[in-house]
């Protein structure tokens, strides 16, 4: 069973910086694209950030030159690292991979930024 937790989430500043990260277990992580993806009430889940499991990374124009995913295969873990936060970054922020035919998602961490 494909399990994704997150963590790292809070209350910050606008100018600050956060790292999210993402422990998954149940895949094969080695193959898997993983990615972030934000929401707010009322609005679609958007993509900020995916890498591919040979390191391409794809940003949200939004977020580029301000976050940077990264990954970790020794851990199963994957990153955001957020700089330079602005009030419209906050969001509850969900990792996910597409894994057999199958979308799976964490429960969210939530991330506020204070202007």
């Known amino acids: 069973q494909v399990r994704l937790v997150e963590s790292g989430g809070g209350l910050v500043q606008a100018g600050g910086s956060l790292r999210l990260s993402c422990v998954a277990s149940?895949?094969?992580?080695?193959?898997?694209?993983m990615g972030w993806y934000r929401q707010t009430p009322g609005k679609q889940r958007e993509l900020v950030a995916d890498?591919?499991?040979?390191?391409?990374?794809n940003y949200a124009d939004s977020v580029k030159g301000r976050f940077t995913i990264s990954r970790n295969y020794a851990y199963t873990t994957v990153f955001l690292q957020m700089n330079s936060l602005k009030p419209e970054d906050t969001a509850v922020y969900y990792c996910?991979?597409?894994?057999?035919?199958?979308?799976?998602w964490g429960q969210g961490t939530q991330v506020t930024v204070s202007s």
């Open positions: 149940g895949v094969n992580f080695r193959i898997s694209t």
């Open positions: 996910h991979t597409h894994y057999y035919g199958r979308d799976n």
């Open positions: 890498i591919t499991a040979g390191g391409i990374t």
